[in-house]
């Protein structure tokens, strides 16, 4: 008896030996997990960091585009290379696909609210990667705090509704039009009832500058390759817009920029203006041959928006209009840089359109004469009902050298004077000469319309087409070499007109 009640005892001290210790194996109670919790004070889509008073918003969209008889930005073939010189070996299409990815903080200070902003996209397009490539660009970064705006940013002179014009193009001509950003340091102040104003330092380089040409030195030629030499990636991306031919001297100091704004739930009213150095480079080789004096070009500019129009709900309005002497890139603006801006060519069998858009020129000796320039804008964008919607735009863009101006490009590009070149990187080969009259006034006018269907949230389908007529002012004819087309041929100098269009896919989210 004694035997069982001692294994009884040591049965049951042995199960709760064996119990403790797995009572100590057992984890210890986990703490509440923290959920992340909704930020309402800035709208939809922000959430706050856990651990953090900062609210963030991460956001972004997939795009893929297809342009018929342009480039990758929907812009008419107008540069030189395949496109512009209208030969049988063009691309008929061009595609691209893009991934879009965006990051809005915010925080409240004493000092207002502290934010950071972030739009970094990827791109892979036809002929530019490889096949397995892409594309990085940074559109904008920057942070706002206590009226002050540091970084990469819509510039100060766009107007409000710069980035909601109602196209797929970004590469025709609408004004300033830098949906990219520019880097800046401005400062705004808000007056109440709607009205603002902002001062601002803005980096001219290489967003705001045309160049300048040295008309003793060569230039690229119509049908040579594109003008503005990578000016958005690849190998020498750093240079930005060096092209045979620029003779502009550094950025040495930041455009100027300031504004007035006018916010009401009926629209906007937008008046800015802009100064831009305009600085040239040697007259020879180096720095004993001199230089010209430095000269200051402007930009100022009107845009309106309504948004209540009696067409229906959702209608909107926008025109704007600007001037700029020795700052032609304020009108001449946004992505026609990857497009061969600065160097316009079109040829249609045996004729041919063409002109500079420049800051200025100078000759050897001489002072620099600035370019004047102007244009102006318009959309208007219908729904006609909350699923389509379409819209129609237009502008017309238009620059000038005036006498002096004038005077040196015929001289450089006529009889004896061979400045025109084939090459892009060197004057390797002249290209041909000029036998004209009239002036190197040069206008584009676009018309185009887009129409859009959104058949669920966040997705919509659009169709674009856009006409141009780029309008010269030379008479007379080129003799030249262009690339593709048979040697010392001579082209009758003549308007030309030119259509394009695209299709994309949009998904938002």
């Not at 004694?2 to 005892?9: C, F, R, S, V």
């Not at 840089?337 to 100078?362: H, I, Q, T």
């Not at 804008?377 to 729904?383: I, K, L, M, N, V």
Request: charged residues 15%; glycine residues 14%.
């Amino acid at each position: 008896m004694t035997t069982i009640k001692g294994l009884i005892l040591g049965s049951a001290a042995s199960l709760l030996a064996m119990g403790g210790a797995q009572a100590a194996d057992l984890p210890v109670k986990a703490k509440a997990v923290e959920y992340v919790k909704i930020c309402s004070l800035y709208g939809a889509g922000f959430y706050y960091i856990p651990g953090t008073d900062t609210c963030i918003k991460i956001g972004g969209a997939i795009r893929l585009d297809t342009t018929f008889n342009g480039t990758l930005y929907d812009a008419p073939y107008w540069q030189g290379g395949n496109g512009g010189n209208n030969l049988w070996t063009k691309d008929y299409f061009t595609t691209r696909e893009r991934i879009n990815l965006t990051t809005d903080t915010r925080t409240a200070s004493e000092y207002g609210v502290v934010r950071t902003y972030s739009n970094v996209q990827m791109d892979f397009s036809q002929n530019r990667e490889a096949i397995s490539g892409g594309f990085l660009e940074v559109d904008f970064a920057f942070i706002q705090f206590a009226g002050f705006t540091a970084g990469k940013a819509v510039s100060q002179f766009d107007p409000q509704w710069a980035l909601t014009k109602p196209t797929i193009s970004s590469g025709l001509p609408m004004g300033s039009h830098n949906t990219t950003g520019i880097p800046q340091l401005a400062y705004t102040a808000s007056f109440g009832n709607g009205v603002s104003g902002t001062i601002s330092l803005e980096n001219a380089s290489p967003y705001r500058n045309a160049g300048l040409y040295n008309t003793a030195n060569p230039i690229v030629a119509p049908g040579a390759a594109m003008f503005l030499q990578n000016a958005y990636g690849g190998a020498g991306a750093s240079s930005g817009n060096t092209f045979l031919g620029n003779s502009q001297a550094g950025n040495h100091i930041p455009d100027i920029v300031g504004n007035i704004r006018l916010d009401q739930a009926w629209g906007s009213l937008h008046f800015a203006a802009a100064m831009h150095e305009v600085s040239g480079g040697f007259y020879g080789a180096n720095e004993t041959t001199g230089h010209p004096e430095d000269a200051y070009g402007f930009a100022v500019s009107g845009a309106v928006e309504f948004k209540t129009l009696p067409t229906g709900s959702g209608d909107s309005l926008k025109i704007e209009a600007a001037y700029a002497k020795g700052a032609a890139k304020y009108i001449f603006g946004g992505t026609n840089d990857s497009n061969g801006g600065g160097r316009y060519a079109k040829f249609d069998g045996n004729s041919l359109a063409f002109g500079y858009v420049l800051d200025g020129v100078f000759s050897t000796g001489g002072s620099i004469q600035q370019s004047n320039a102007w244009e102006v804008s318009a959309f208007y964008e219908h729904y006609w009902n909350p699923n389509w919607r379409t819209s129609l735009f237009g502008n017309y863009s238009h620059i000038s050298y005036g006498d002096s101006g004038n005077a040196m490009l015929f001289a450089a590009f006529g009889a004896g004077g061979g400045k025109l070149s084939t090459s892009t990187s060197a004057a390797t080969t002249t290209a041909g000469t000029l036998a004209a009259t009239g002036s190197f006034d040069l206008g584009l006018a676009s018309v185009g319309t887009k129409t859009s269907w959104t058949p669920v949230k966040n997705l919509t389908l659009s169709a674009e087409f856009i006409y141009t007529r780029m309008d010269q002012d030379l008479n007379g004819t080129y003799t030249g070499n262009v690339s593709g087309k048979p040697a010392a041929q001579t082209y009758t100098l003549k308007d030309q007109n030119l259509y394009n269009g695209s299709v994309q896919i949009l998904r938002s989210f």
